[in-house]
């Protein structure tokens, strides 16, 4: 990502798998925590996120703090890895009752099959209701 890609009302936009753009929000606390953070990072880089060497994150670096994140603490039995985020953040959007669709286009899949699986980690009450919006 680049400092560009940051929108001040907290929009940015990402492209995901098969190269599908998308714009996603990140919400207040989201885009304070990103100021706050270029407030202090002392670098003019147009990359966002930099390592401590002042060079621009790479996926595996990414993939690297995961890694760091997952030994220091097994809070989580099977691992730490970037999906899990978004998996959260879906998963609390269905709770919230987001509507399947608004979820759908926020997770940027085409098949709204592809959102009810994410209602897996909802409890079957929870997931027959989404799927009941979905078909009514």
């Not at 907290?10 to 714009?23: A, E, Q």
């Not at 994150?57 to 990414?62: A, D, F, S, V």
């Not at 098949?111 to 009810?116: A, I, K, S």
């Amino acid at each position: 990502m680049k400092v560009r890609d940051v929108q001040a009302e907290g929009l940015v936009k990402v492209t995901g798998k098969g190269s599908k753009d998308r714009v996603v929000a990140l919400g207040k606390s989201g885009l304070d925590a990103i100021s706050s953070y270029l407030a202090v990072r002392d670098s003019d880089s147009k990359s966002l996120w930099l390592t401590e060497s002042r060079t621009p994150l790479t996926y595996h670096g990414l993939k690297s703090i995961m890694e760091r994140l997952e030994n220091a603490d097994p809070v989580f039995s099977d691992g730490v890895y970037a999906h899990r985020f978004r998996h959260t953040a879906i998963t609390r959007l269905l709770r919230g009752r987001v509507p399947l669709r608004s979820v759908q286009r926020y997770a940027g899949h085409s098949n709204p099959q592809t959102t009810l699986r994410y209602a897996q980690a909802l409890d079957a009450e929870e997931a027959i209701e989404m799927v009941n919006q979905w078909w009514t």
